[in-house]
């Protein structure tokens, strides 16, 4: 049996289809059914269930597939160790970034980190936290810029920035003529929140989680889109609370509707995370000074509370 074979195995175990299995794997169907079937009659075994559409693992397939992720995993790594006893950073890198933090953080770094590690092929994907985690521990991701922590023993967290929350207050607002505002000046039952699954949206409930939360009489509203809740602010339908770094963008008649919090002031901590036994830390090391370097000058703010994404409620 060959690493190739295995990697045809955990190819069709992820897309439940023969078919959709090799055009991911760059090569004829035929083909990666014949080297299936080599595997299987070496071990004596089947892997698939054939009969079932989609295709489903046997109870020992599933056992097979567990133990040839942890052997092409490891595989893979010997190049790491190569790359890293040399000195060498390049190669693929995948890097999965949260949607709150995307949009804003990876027009900071990209274009300067591309130009200073040009060997360095980035694949980078927008997705939620529960998907990066379970993406990271399944080896579907080199390292992730989630909000932190997250409480995973087999992950490893290394700060990158803490980014304070700033309040979007529209002008006829009771508040708005605060310089400042306090976190007993937040109604929760008028914020204006991100959709469930947003770590930003439980990072606010969590900041509030000492008032009741009481759902709008007169609408819902599920947007994954802050854009959107700086609409229906400025609608007079309530006021939102935004990541530093998305404010910098404004229009200027945006930013005069920008209240800071009294210190300490309730932010975020923004880390890269990647599996504990991850090998490519040359890279990790050149992406977290990229990434320090130009958001050192964006965010001035010292004094912060740290509001944990995880509700402890």
Do not use: W
């Amino acid at each position: 049996m060959t690493i190739t074979q295995l990697q045809y195995v955990l190819a069709v175990a992820e897309h439940k289809n023969f078919t959709t299995a090799a055009k991911k794997s760059f090569v004829t169907q035929p083909t990666l059914s014949m080297q299936i079937q080599k595997i299987e009659e070496e071990l004596g075994i089947l892997i698939f269930d054939r009969s079932k559409k989609p295709i489903q693992l046997t109870d020992i397939g599933q056992k097979i597939v567990n133990q040839a992720k942890n052997i092409v995993n490891e595989s893979g790594r010997i190049q790491d160790i190569v790359d890293q006893q040399k000195g060498f950073i390049g190669g693929e890198f995948r890097l999965g970034i949260i949607p709150t933090i995307m949009p804003t953080l990876l027009p900071m770094f990209l274009n300067n980190f591309i130009k200073k590690y040009p060997k360095v092929k980035l694949i980078i994907e927008e997705l939620n936290t529960d998907e990066i985690i379970f993406r990271l521990k399944n080896g579907h991701l080199d390292a992730a810029i989630a909000a932190t922590p997250l409480e995973d023993e087999k992950l490893k967290e290394v700060v990158l920035y803490f980014e304070p929350f700033v309040a979007y207050i529209p002008e006829n607002h009771a508040m708005a003529k605060k310089t400042e505002i306090e976190i007993a000046d937040l109604n929760i039952d008028e914020i204006l929140l991100l959709q469930d699954g947003h770590c930003f949206r439980d990072g606010i409930l969590n900041l509030c989680k000492n008032k009741d939360l009481h759902e709008n009489g007169h609408f819902q509203i599920q947007s994954g889109s802050f854009e959107t809740l700086i609409k229906l602010a400025d609608e007079g339908l309530g006021t939102t609370l935004l990541p530093y770094l998305h404010t910098l963008d404004l229009k200027e008649k945006d930013k005069d509707k920008l209240h800071h919090f009294k210190d300490p002031k309730p932010s975020r901590e923004v880390s890269l995370v990647f599996p504990k036994t991850e090998l490519k830390i040359h890279i990790i090391d050149a992406l977290r000074n990229t990434i320090a370097g130009v958001v050192k000058g964006a965010i001035v703010f010292q004094n912060v509370q740290i509001v944990s994404p995880l509700s402890k409620k």
